[in-house]
């Protein structure tokens, strides 16, 4: 009876080593990999990827257990987006998340199969990334807001702080695919307005100070700049050439006022980013890009820095600070 005890704890014994075995063989199951194609990945972005990386989470998404991302950053060089590009689609990501244009159409060039969302732009359809905003069609998808109704509104607020102006200087930065449509929409409002514009190009950061001397010379009484990934990480040194220029400045996101800018009125982009991981959970669960209707945002944010009003020597009328959503002291 004993024999035959220890020979059945020899089977089972034998049994949990191959049982382990087997399993030790076995390949760790493959985590989804999400490839993240940025402008900058430096402090003036670093809130925008934080804000995807928090909708992951929120999303139950935890880095590096159930899914790993994979960054890529053209450091402010619109060329270098091609080649970055291809070298996530060689490592065969599950989704490329791109927020500039030029990042956007470089994805799309490099690939026609991996899924990819954009978390802001301003212009899907004109720019041909998508069919429509309700059917994108291809294999892009992700979220939107028009500039061009913005703008109007924009330059008419301005107007309002700053009610003496007849000329307002544009600000914006070529490449910008969607500046057209916004230089035109400004351009309908300043009739309406009774004020001229003074459209301001710059290719590089070092044009800024250019642009600035060309509006101060002019002179501009006041300054718009024209939605675009590149302004918005060149935000501080607009905003400081602004401040020492003594022109008063509309801005589109909220950013621009935080670090100082008189005011903004936008979408807030930090959230697009953070909804930009419903769209990879979304996908990475079975969804076809070409089904996601692009989302626009709902809400838009209105804010006022009265410090750098009051070194401006501007009073903002009471009107106008009581239907801001933050006034920053």
Same mark, same amino acid.
């Given at each position: =009876?004993?024999?035959?005890?220890?020979?059945?704890?020899?089977?089972?014994?034998?049994?949990?080593?191959?049982?382990?075995?087997?399993?030790?063989?076995?390949?760790?199951?493959? &985590?989804?990999?999400?490839?993240?194609?940025?402008?900058? /990945?430096?402090?003036?972005?670093?809130?925008?990827?934080?804000?995807?990386?928090?909708?992951?989470?929120?999303?139950?998404?935890?880095?590096? +257990?159930?899914?790993?991302? @994979?960054?890529?950053?053209?450091?402010?060089?619109?060329?270098?987006?091609?080649?970055?590009?291809?070298?996530?689609?060689? *490592?065969?990501?599950?989704?490329?998340?791109?927020?500039?244009?030029?990042?956007?159409?470089?994805?799309? +060039?490099?690939?026609?199969?991996?899924?990819?969302?954009? !978390?802001?732009?301003?212009?899907?359809?004109?720019?041909?990334?998508?069919?429509?905003?309700?059917?994108?069609?291809?294999?892009?998808?992700?979220?939107?807001?028009?500039?061009?109704?913005?703008?109007?509104?924009?330059?008419?607020?301005?107007? +309002?702080?700053?009610?003496?102006?007849?000329?307002?200087?544009?600000?914006?930065?070529?490449?910008?695919?969607?500046? !057209?449509?916004?230089?035109?929409?400004? @351009?309908?409002?300043?009739?309406? /307005?009774?004020?001229?514009?003074?459209? *301001?190009?710059?290719?590089?950061?070092?044009?800024?100070?250019?642009?600035?001397?060309?509006?101060?010379?002019?002179?501009?009484?006041?300054?718009?700049?024209?939605?675009?990934?590149?302004?918005?990480?060149?935000?501080?040194?607009?905003?400081?050439?602004?401040?020492?220029?003594?022109?008063?400045? =509309?801005?589109?996101?909220?950013?621009?006022?935080?670090?100082?800018?008189?005011?903004?009125?936008?979408?807030?982009?930090?959230? =697009?980013?953070?909804?930009?991981?419903?769209?990879?959970?979304?996908?990475?669960?079975?969804?076809?890009?070409?089904?996601?209707?692009?989302? +626009?945002?709902?809400?838009?944010?209105?804010?006022?820095?009265?410090?750098?009003?009051?070194?401006?020597?501007?009073?903002?009328?009471?009107?106008?600070?009581?239907?801001?959503?933050?006034? &920053?002291?």
């Amino acid at each position: =009876m004993r024999t035959v005890r220890v020979a059945l704890a020899a089977v089972i014994a034998l049994g949990l080593l191959a049982a382990l075995l087997t399993a030790d063989a076995q390949p760790a199951p493959r &985590i989804p990999r999400i490839g993240y194609l940025a402008a900058s /990945l430096g402090t003036e972005a670093s809130h925008l990827i934080g804000a995807f990386r928090q909708g992951l989470r929120e999303l139950g998404y935890v880095e590096g +257990q159930n899914i790993a991302l @994979e960054f890529r950053s053209a450091e402010n060089s619109a060329d270098r987006y091609p080649a970055l590009a291809a070298e996530l689609v060689a *490592l065969n990501v599950d989704v490329i998340v791109a927020g500039a244009t030029p990042a956007v159409l470089a994805a799309k +060039q490099a690939t026609g199969t991996i899924p990819i969302v954009f !978390p802001i732009h301003t212009d899907p359809v004109g720019a041909g990334l998508v069919a429509s905003l309700a059917r994108p069609g291809g294999n892009a998808t992700g979220l939107s807001f028009s500039s061009e109704d913005l703008t109007g509104k924009r330059l008419e607020l301005l107007k +309002q702080v700053v009610p003496g102006i007849h000329r307002i200087a544009v600000l914006w930065k070529s490449p910008n695919a969607a500046a !057209p449509v916004q230089l035109k929409a400004a @351009e309908v409002a300043a009739r309406k /307005l009774a004020i001229s514009l003074q459209v *301001l190009e710059v290719q590089d950061a070092e044009g800024l100070e250019r642009a600035f001397q060309a509006a101060t010379g002019a002179p501009s009484g006041a300054l718009l700049v024209v939605d675009d990934p590149a302004t918005f990480l060149l935000r501080k040194r607009i905003v400081e050439l602004a401040a020492k220029s003594r022109l008063p400045a =509309m801005y589109g996101p909220r950013e621009f006022a935080v670090d100082g800018g008189l005011i903004a009125y936008g979408a807030n982009i930090p959230d =697009m980013f953070r909804r930009a991981a419903i769209y990879v959970d979304k996908i990475l669960k079975g969804a076809k890009p070409a089904d996601l209707p692009v989302e +626009q945002p709902t809400k838009f944010e209105f804010v006022i820095n009265l410090k750098t009003a009051r070194a401006l020597g501007l009073t903002i009328p009471q009107s106008i600070l009581l239907r801001a959503d933050q006034v &920053i002291e």
